[in-house]
């Protein structure tokens, strides 16, 4: 499960979907700091600990319902971290006094009901991606191009799933090598690349190189439709070959043109605009 953001009121709250539970899962030091209007992590953290404490002292049920799960921190490194579902985090909103709660409660209203109605109409969610990348001033040939390169990737993922590869560990792997095996760097080397950080890879690819991307994902899914591999280690063997053919016709055109598919340029300047 990744992490998300949401904002509100300029504030960053993380989140994670949990498709088999139905709901969102939401950073409580997070929501604190809001609340409080605290900007020191650390200070949110301390007032969480403080509240948790005088909780169990009541016996709330909230305590014992509270979950951890990892989540991206400002570092960019994943660490345990106290979560609430939606339900519950309507319950620690009681527990602590500000002005911003009612305003905070509408807001948490709207995201759940935001999501839900992407479940039942995809085209939503694809509106709002459509929205997001035309705000940022992205070409519209290269809206569409992302766009299908999302839809490719789910696909591929489709399928590994079928094929019983679940953790998420797994996936960071065969992405890794599916990068790798077109463009001679793995993702760590092409985000270095193109000076990014947390940023998007694929929302800093040109048209072009989302295409090879693209082709690699196929012909990855394809192979795997072909031989019926199953699980991590006999996909990954089974898909080596094949990661390849994108990396040859990449080589190709190159040579053909003269010109270079992976460019240094990204996306931020468009971002900031």
């Not at 989540?71 to 620690?92: I, P, S």
Request: one cysteine or more; glycine letters at 2%; hydrophobic letters at 40%.
């Amino acid at each position: 499960m990744n992490t998300k953001l949401a904002v509100f009121q300029e504030k960053e709250i993380r989140r994670i979907w949990d498709a088999e539970k139905g709901d969102w899962w939401f950073s409580i030091i997070d929501i604190i700091a809001v609340l409080t209007e605290q900007d020191d992590y650390k200070k949110a953290k301390s007032y969480w600990t403080t509240l948790k404490n005088r909780l169990k002292e009541e016996w709330s049920q909230l305590v014992t319902i509270c979950d951890q799960l990892k989540m991206k921190a400002r570092d960019w490194k994943n660490y345990k971290t106290d979560v609430l579902d939606t339900k519950w985090v309507l319950r620690l909103i009681q527990s602590i006094p500000s002005k911003k709660a009612e305003p905070f409660k509408m807001w948490l209203a709207k995201v759940w009901d935001e999501r839900i109605n992407e479940i039942y109409d995809p085209e939503l969610a694809i509106e709002r991606a459509i929205s997001t990348y035309r705000k940022k001033w992205y070409s519209e040939d290269w809206i569409q191009q992302r766009l299908k390169s999302i839809d490719i990737r789910k696909e591929l993922t489709w399928e590994w799933k079928e094929r019983w590869i679940k953790e998420w560990k797994e996936y960071a792997i065969l992405t890794n090598e599916i990068l790798k095996g077109w463009s001679d760097m793995t993702t760590s080397e092409y985000k270095n690349l193109k000076w990014l950080k947390k940023e998007s890879l694929k929302d800093n690819m040109s048209n072009l190189e989302l295409v090879f991307n693209m082709l690699a994902e196929v012909s990855t899914t394809e192979i795997m439709k072909t031989k019926n591999s199953e699980w991590f280690k006999e996909v990954k063997k089974s898909s080596q070959e094949w990661w390849k053919v994108a990396g040859n016709a990449r080589k190709e055109l190159e040579q053909k043109t003269w010109k270079k598919v992976i460019l240094k340029q990204n996306n931020l300047k468009i971002w900031k605009n």
